[in-house]
């Protein structure tokens, strides 16, 4: 009898011990393996702001994923902007580094404007692993890797019959309240656009209001603020780096004491770059003058309630995204021809700079001259509209600012996706935000 429990305690230990042996072997398994795609696979590191990082570490595996562009065999830049149709280009820029230097590429691809996030993310997994081929092809790894070939289906050359224009509508409602405040919002556009290589039109019109409902004490304060207009815009391709074209713009709005107003003019913008160049770098000039009709809700500090006004404006724009970050700088000059010295000096920055390995350094700020609030009304501001800031207020500037650094260390991988209770980013995280 005692034989007969000694040998079922051993059984049990052993019943105990080998899915615990076998667990061990597997993750001493997946070490070697992962051991192995470290040693052997290339490291890249994507530069995207907007992408889903774990459904890429999950489709294509690989290759190694490093945290620091630095520590990066290939660094990928993914930039965007948008098309005519309401859709998104994608640029996926290949640029190899240590023994893949000046080993690189560019890919293109473009989505509708009625994609799913899942036929998006496919499509750009499709293009990395393209642009990867040819450096995974100069690895180990390469004896593992297959390639395929779906056959294309012919295609009809198909007219479009809506002659490139692209129209929208929408509407939205908002809301939220507690016991002593309530808020709603509603707001109507739409908009008709067309845009090929020679020309752009731009067409959008817009309504809006809002109020704020607060009761304190016995008293019930209600502010609204309603606005509308239409803007309009054509542009003309001259060259690969000249435009020209007009805009159109009405606008009527509570918040700037105006009732009516139409501007209209010509405009010209020179970029030092190629258009074609537009998601890695840009510096334009563009230059505008403008016709303006003004009736406003109130007599103005000027005792004006209407006028007409002739301004022009002047405004210099740089952006660029490069492998050490990205930057973009705006200063506009707006003045009227009336009185020069009625006049306006906007400048707008953002810098993400990576300055070493782990270190990111993020500026963003605007600041804003002001000496042409033509439109301020003369019986002022009561305190409920200053404090609500349901009326534009006089003053001579206005800026914002943010900075933020933080340092990233740890392990240079990044391969592995572990969805649980959430998703998290490996290394350790040190930020400072002002």
Known sequence: MKQIFFNLSILKIYFHFIPLLFLSFSAVAQQDSLSELQKKGVRI????????????????NFVNYVR????????ILITTQSTG???????????????????????????????????????????LKLGLIRYVSKTPLSEKLAITFTEETKSEKVADKWNYWVFSIGSYLYGNGEQLYKY????????????????????????NYSDNQYKIEEDEILSVQRSKNFRSLVVFSLSDHWS??????FLSSTYNNTDFYLGFGPAIEYNLFPYTESTRRQLRFLYKVNFNHIKYLEETIYDKI????????????????????????????????????????DISGSVSFRLFEGLSLDVYGNYSRIHNQLSLPKAGASRDE???????LETNYNYFFMMGI??????????????????SSGGTSISISY
């Open 45 to 60: 590191y994507i530069d995207c702001s907007h992408c889903d990082y774990d459904y890429i570490r999950e489709e294509i």
């Open 68 to 75: 620091d562009r630095n520590n990066a065999q290939v660094y």
């Open 85 to 127: 149709a309401g859709g998104t280009e994608y640029t996926l820029t290949f640029i190899g580094r240590q023994e893949f230097n000046n080993i690189n590429d560019t890919l293109v691809f473009t989505t509708n404007k009625n994609d799913t996030e899942d036929l998006i993310r496919k499509e750009l997994v499709k293009s």
């Open 184 to 207: 709603k919002s509603i707001s109507f556009s739409t908009t008709a656009n067309r845009t090929t290589e020679d020309m752009k039109i731009n067409l959008a019109l817009n309504f």
């Open 244 to 249: 020209f074209g007009g805009s159109a713009n």
């Open 306 to 345: 209407r006028e007409n006004l002739f301004e022009h404006s002047l405004t210099v724009s740089l952006s660029m995204k490069e492998p050490w970050g990205s930057s973009g700088i705006s200063i506009g000059g707006y003045q009227y021809l009336h009185n020069l010295k009625k006049y306006a000096i």
């Open 386 to 392: 200053i404090l609500l800031r349901i009326q534009q």
């Open 406 to 423: 933080s340092y990233t260390f740890g392990s240079i991988y990044n391969n592995i996706v572990n969805p649980r209770f959430g998703s």
